[in-house]
């Protein structure tokens, strides 16, 4: 009988995988980072900006149905203003996974995206599941980065793409349920 199963009487029932994963969430200041986990976690969305200072987690459990799993993620929502850069090697330490956020919006914001991958590939998280995230297409009039400068971005970065509006949720879901399944399987495989 395996570590998930436990028996009572004749019935043998299948136990549910339950671990944590750590989930680095890095981009600029402003892209909305935290306004996507807040989003995600308590479908609400604040107006005001607030930078994050240093780092602030989330921990929210995601069903992975195909995959008979329960597992909970803790999102480092990593601050992207330059002050807090020499504390990036705790933060991103003993990460499972990566979501890497841009603005649609701000051409900056899609170039500075390499600077963060390489910044945790420094760290040794070349190997980890990635995704890669433009949010704000509830902005469409505003739109900076097209398609397929975002889709050959992924690529190369081998991430998979998405495109989110914290505003209306578009995708929000779909995003964290994506992340939750790459770092199951990877660590599965690990």
């Known amino acids: 009988m395996s570590n998930n199963e436990r028996k009572e009487g004749n019935l043998v029932f299948q136990g549910r995988t339950e671990s ?16 996507l986990l807040t ?14 200072v240093g780092v602030s987690i989330v921990k929210e459990p995601i069903e992975l149905e195909g995959l008979n799993a329960i597992i909970n993620l803790m999102f480092w929502d990593v601050a992207g203003q ?19 956020v841009f603005d649609i919006t701000r051409s900056s914001t899609f170039s500075n995206i390499n600077n963060w991958y390489n910044s945790a590939v420094k760290y040794g998280l070349s ?3 990635r995704i890669l995230i433009g949010n704000k297409i509830d902005l469409k009039d505003e ?16 991430a998979p793409y998405f495109e ?4 209306t949720g578009e ?4 995003v964290f349920q994506k992340i939750g399944e790459l770092v199951f399987k990877y660590k599965e495989n690990y």
């Open 20 to 35: 944590i994963f750590k989930v680095i969430v890095i981009g600029d200041p402003a892209v909305g980072k935290t306004s």
């Open 39 to 52: 989003k995600f976690a308590k479908n609400q969305f604040e107006e005001k900006y607030l930078p994050t």
């Open 82 to 100: 330059p002050q807090f850069y020499m504390l990036h090697r705790p933060y991103f330490n003993g990460a499972d996974g990566m979501i890497l």
């Open 127 to 129: 190997g980890i599941p």
């Open 143 to 158: 739109r900076k980065i097209i398609l397929p400068m975002a889709e050959h971005l992924s690529e190369k970065l081998n």
């Open 164 to 167: 989110t509006s914290a505003l």
């Open 171 to 174: 995708t929000v879901k779909e």
